[in-house]
């Protein structure tokens, strides 16, 4: 392969540098022999460690005839690219390599440096803060393009152009960089969605969309095991048993006794499904304004009218209320819960008897006796309304609704 050859399917591979910033590719992993894509852990001599996507490690051997170069996280071609050499590799680094020969070794090296990849996150996660809006997925309009949500008070219409961008949460993770490319087809009626583009008052023009579907479990602690950070929910809607598990993205926080019981009387006095506007008064009082900054942990903050399967949500001003006072609930771990706990959970898909926590709310009990179905529907609209725990991987997959 001559070099232009060799620049040319560099240019092929760079769909798959997670997302040069921070998605996992999308096209399938080629043959180690001819083209390495991961994250650098060693650089010795002529040779550069790599921990590659497929999750195998591979030591690549890289001549002085290797073409190397220094691309922006997001380059979509190598227009631009610097000339470096092997020494500028550092770990951390992202890169794709193009192996031939025999014995192998790298012909092309085209690196996104760790710095440039971090102050990528940070740029795109600032611009998710100021043109990103989110919330719960009322409809789906494929021959308009568009998606039209809840979100805070107000419905809102999401447009989608062929430039669009479309990523979708993993069933099994929370995690922004599990998420995977995506496509309008795949949003449906019930999801939680963040869009990140222009707004001109109740219309977005989407750069970006990201769209994953969730469930809501409430229940009771059968068991737990603190050294897996797992535990056993009996689910109250289907009488049958969830192993949940937590990983350092999870949000785990138990409702003080008193706000829980404030909750449940509102719960009461307004017949369960339209109690959260009486409740988010008292809820307003209880604490301070959420932050509105973005964080990490894959967790939407589009405060929604809905439950997570469209059912209502009672109104915004629980939803917003009791997100202000998850908030500044004290957090807890698995080895605080016990057998017998109501919990109520948002949780990833994942399958019929197991799932992944995103959030959690203890402390429960007063609300799920006096309305499970309305407790549940404020919970699920005020899980979006908050922040999760800031994480370094995320490649700007968060915004705050407008």
């Known amino acids: 392969m001559n070099r232009t050859g060799q620049l040319r399917a560099a240019l092929a591979g760079l769909c798959c540098l997670l997302a040069i910033a921070a998605v996992r590719p999308a096209c399938a992993q080629a043959p180690i022999s001819s083209r390495v894509i991961g ?23 890289v001549p002085e005839t290797a073409n190397i170069v220094r691309t922006e996280p997001g380059s979509k071609s190598l227009a ?14 992202r890169v794709l390599i193009l192996v031939a020969g025999d014995p192998p070794a790298a012909k092309v090296v085209v690196v996104n440096k760790a710095s440039d ?3 990528k996150q940070q740029q795109d996660q600032a611009d998710w803060a100021r043109r990103g809006v989110g919330g719960l997925v009322k409809a789906v309009d494929a021959g308009a393009g568009t998606v039209t949500i809840t979100a805070t008070n107000r419905t809102l219409t999401i447009h989608t152009t062929p430039s669009t961008i479309f990523r979708r949460y993993a069933p099994d993770s929370v995690k922004f960089t599990d998420a995977q490319p995506s496509a309008l087809a795949a949003i449906q009626p019930g999801d939680q969605v963040e869009a990140r583009g222009d707004r ?17 479990i409430a229940g009771t602690v059968s068991s737990i095991d603190a050294s897996a950070n797992t535990f056993v929910v009996k689910d109250l809607v289907t009488k049958k048993t969830v192993t949940i598990k937590t990983t350092p993205d999870s949000d785990l926080r138990k409702l003080d006794p008193q706000m829980a019981q404030m909750i449940a009387v509102r719960l009461r006095a307004s017949g369960g499904a339209n109690a959260g506007a ?18 990490g942990g894959g967790q939407f903050r589009g405060q929604a009218g809905t439950g997570a399967q469209g059912t209502p949500g009672g109104g915004q001003g629980g939803a917003a209320g009791l997100a202000r006072v998850l908030q500044h609930s004290p957090e ?5 819960l016990h057998k017998g706990d109501a919990v109520m959970i948002v949780a990833t898909s994942g399958s019929p008897d197991s799932a992944t926590a995103i ?39 968060e915004g705050t609704s407008q």
């Open 39 to 61: 994250t650098v852990t060693a650089v010795s001599g002529t040779s550069v460690s790599v921990m590659q996507d497929s999750g195998t490690d591979v030591s690549v051997t």
């Open 80 to 93: 631009g690219a610097t000339k470096i050499t092997l020494p500028d590799i550092a770990t951390g680094d």
């Open 117 to 119: 990849i971090a102050a």
């Open 200 to 216: 001109a008052g109740d219309d977005v023009t989407a750069d970006e969309i990201v769209s994953g579907s969730f469930r809501n």
């Open 278 to 295: 009486a409740q988010g008064s008292s809820a307003q009082h209880a604490a301070a304004p959420a932050v509105g900054a973005p964080a």
């Open 332 to 336: 807890i771990h698995v080895s605080d």
């Open 359 to 397: 959030r959690l709310l203890a402390g429960v009990e007063p609300m799920l006796q006096a309305s499970a179905s309305g407790s549940q529907s404020m919970f699920s609209s005020a899980w979006s309304g908050l922040g999760g725990s800031a994480s370094s991987d995320q490649g700007g997959g």
